[in-house]
Nanobody, 116 residues
């Protein structure tokens, strides 16, 4: 059974940092593109950052220079390092695995709240 389990969300003050983690089933992780998405109340889910199996990355313009996505293939885990957080970063953050055969899997989401 494929599983994606996110962790690391929480409440942080503006300007603070958080690190999100997403642990994936070994069966899908190695060759999958892994992505972090977010959905704020009343808004559509949007791509935040993605990393291919080869390590290529892309970021939403709104997070460039503040967020870093990385993956540890030995641990089947993808990370999202978030710095200089802003109130507009508040959302539920989801991990997504996109496999080479075109299937996708989503985690359950983790809440990030940026507020003073």
């Amino acid at each position: 059974q494929v599983q994606l389990v996110e962790s690391g969300g929480g409440l942080v003050q503006p300007g603070g940092s958080l690190r999100l983690s997403c642990a994936a089933s070994r069966s899908i992780f190695r060759l999958s593109t892994m992505g972090w998405y977010r959905q704020a109340p009343g808004k559509q889910r949007e791509l935040v950052a993605a990393i291919t199996s080869g390590g290529s990355t892309n970021y939403a313009d709104s997070v460039k220079g503040r967020f870093t996505i990385s993956r540890d293939n030995a641990k089947n885990t993808v990370y999202l390092h978030m710095n200089s957080l802003k109130p507009e970063d508040t959302a539920v953050y989801y991990c997504k695995a996109s496999t080479l055969i075109g299937t996708s899997y989503w985690g359950q989401g983790t809440q990030v709240t940026v507020s003073s």
